[in-house]
Nanobody
Framework: QVQLVESGGGLVQPGGSLRLSCAASGSDFSAYRMGWYRQAPGKQRESVTAISSGGVTYYLDSVKGRFTISRDNAKNTVYLQMNSLKPEDTAVYYC???????????WGQGTQVTVSA
């Protein structure tokens, strides 16, 4: 029911900032839990952050205080503001939408974030 298109990835120096966007199309966007996952080479995909339909947020411990997730339901868009980036943040970042009543997951195509000097 939801299609996700991501943008904003790229190359940034350690300590820099980057803002990812995820534009959603489909029905009932405001009812989905939205989130961001990431996957580095040789590692499992991990949940970075999520925001519920009611605005409750979750953050991976290693990104607390540095990353901020937000959503604009009027624009059907979710954002990930990433500050104080570290080389270990390098990964492909995926936007995720979760519909609880169907246990359905929807994924964006992924966007590469590379943190390197």
């Amino acid at each position: 029911q939801v299609q996700l298109v991501e943008s904003g990835g790229g190359l940034v120096q350690p300590g820099g900032s980057l803002r990812l966007s995820c534009a959603a199309s489909g029905s009932d966007f405001s009812a989905y839990r939205m989130g961001w996952y990431r996957q580095a080479p040789g590692k499992q995909r991990e949940s970075v952050t999520a925001i519920s339909s009611g605005g409750v947020t979750y953050y991976l411990d290693s990104v607390k205080g540095r990353f901020t997730i937000s959503r604009d339901n009027a624009k059907n868009t979710v954002y990930l503001q990433m500050n104080s980036l570290k080389p270990e943040d390098t990964a492909v970042y995926y936007c995720n939408a979760y519909q609880e009543y169907t246990h359905s997951n929807y994924w964006g195509q992924g966007t590469q974030v590379t943190v390197s000097a």
